[in-house]
């Protein structure tokens, strides 16, 4: 397949909290099809598994991260008591601690290592504070880069870098397909989690309000985006091969029982996507 595929390839990986794990299955997919990036570019969750894929652009990755995604100390990032997460949200303005998702990325990447130290280029995006823009790191430490673009409001606390606050970068660019674009990507493989698929209608609960406004806002510049992008530019977004209706329920960011599911499906999928792109080409 990599006679198929002209480059520079970048791997633009979204985000999406637990439902991220359906970008392992994706990331098999493209590694067992011989394509491998020139640059991947992350946002929130698809920044933590970004990040990997720079450091270790093969298929062993995957199976880093299937291990990982199953690892106890996964389940530590959001894995509080409610009344631990009730006391630190009314004493504070988030529910959990960075500290678990740290020393994650720290066991993963090394502590001091730099964006420079990655074997691929790489770039993730957060929403700075101060100046309401979006912000995409590529230099400096990775491990605190990659926490600002995973900051989720409310989950886990603004991120501080150099005197500047960074929160989730999924509020400014969830699926970054123009910094590809902007980075002289001419094959671009999106990993995106599936809610992009999904048909929207109006709120019929509290929660849901916030969530439809984001959903909007994220397929809104995604799909500008994508209608947008320059004719010598080829764009494949790969599928997730289904969700499930607790996927959209308040608390999906700790359900993490389905995460072998997630993956399982999501490869076969874009396995098939892959396959069938090989035969039209």
């Not at 988030?94 to 290592?113: A, F, M, V, Y």
């Not at 999928?269 to 039209?280: D, F, M, P, T």
């Given at each position: 397949?990599?006679?198929?595929?002209?480059?520079?390839?970048?791997?633009?990986l979204?985000g999406?909290?637990?439902?991220?794990?359906?970008?392992?299955?994706?990331?098999?997919?493209?590694?067992r099809?011989?394509?491998?990036?020139?640059?991947?570019l992350?946002?929130s969750?698809?920044?933590?598994n970004?990040?990997l894929?720079?450091a270790?652009p093969?298929?062993s990755v995957?199976?880093?991260?299937?291990s990982?995604?199953a690892s106890p100390e996964?389940d530590e990032v959001y894995?509080?008591?409610?009344a631990?997460?009730?006391r630190?949200f009314?004493?504070?303005t988030?529910?959990?601690?960075?500290?678990?998702?740290?020393?994650?990325l720290?066991?993963?990447?090394?502590e001091g290592?730099?964006?420079?130290d990655l074997?691929?280029?790489?770039?993730c995006?957060?929403?700075?504070?101060?100046?309401?823009?979006?912000?995409?790191?590529e230099?400096?430490?990775?491990?605190?880069?990659v926490?600002?673009?995973s900051?989720?409001p409310?989950?886990?606390?603004?991120?501080?870098?150099?005197?500047?606050?960074f929160?989730?970068?999924?509020i400014?660019?969830?699926?970054?397909?123009g910094?590809?674009?902007a980075?002289?990507?001419?094959?671009?493989?999106?990993l995106?989690?599936?809610?992009?698929?999904?048909p929207?209608?109006?709120?019929r609960?509290?929660?849901?309000?916030?969530?439809?406004?984001?959903?909007i806002?994220?397929?809104?510049?995604?799909a500008?985006?994508?209608?947008?992008?320059?004719?010598?530019v080829?764009?494949h977004?790969l599928?997730t091969?289904?969700?499930?209706?607790?996927d959209?329920?308040?608390?999906a960011?700790?359900?993490?029982?389905?995460?072998?599911?997630?993956?399982?499906r999501?490869y076969?999928a874009?396995?098939?996507?892959?396959?069938s792109?090989?035969e039209s080409s």
């Amino acid at each position: 397949m990599n006679g198929m595929v002209s480059g520079p390839v970048a791997f633009v990986l979204g985000g999406g909290g637990v439902l991220g794990a359906v970008e392992v299955g994706m990331l098999r997919a493209l590694f067992r099809a011989g394509i491998r990036p020139d640059l991947v570019l992350g946002t929130s969750i698809g920044a933590v598994n970004g990040v990997l894929v720079a450091a270790e652009p093969a298929e062993s990755v995957t199976d880093r991260l299937v291990s990982l995604w199953a690892s106890p100390e996964a389940d530590e990032v959001y894995g509080d008591s409610v009344a631990r997460q009730l006391r630190r949200f009314a004493a504070r303005t988030h529910l959990h601690s960075p500290r678990p998702l740290r020393r994650l990325l720290e066991r993963e990447l090394g502590e001091g290592t730099r964006f420079d130290d990655l074997k691929v280029p790489f770039r993730c995006c957060a929403a700075s504070i101060e100046r309401a823009a979006e912000h995409w790191f590529e230099s400096g430490p990775v491990v605190d880069a990659v926490l600002a673009s995973s900051a989720v409001p409310g989950l886990l606390p603004p991120a501080e870098i150099d005197g500047e606050h960074f929160v989730d970068g999924g509020i400014v660019n969830s699926i970054p397909v123009g910094e590809a674009v902007a980075a002289g990507a001419k094959q671009i493989f999106v990993l995106q989690v599936g809610r992009i698929e999904r048909p929207l209608s109006p709120p019929r609960r509290p929660w849901e309000v916030a969530q439809v406004a984001f959903e909007i806002a994220r397929r809104h510049r995604f799909a500008r985006e994508m209608a947008g992008l320059p004719d010598e530019v080829d764009v494949h977004v790969l599928p997730t091969g289904g969700g499930e209706s607790r996927d959209d329920t308040p608390w999906a960011y700790r359900d993490r029982a389905a995460v072998g599911r997630r993956i399982s499906r999501a490869y076969t999928a874009s396995r098939r996507y892959l396959e069938s792109y090989v035969e039209s080409s």
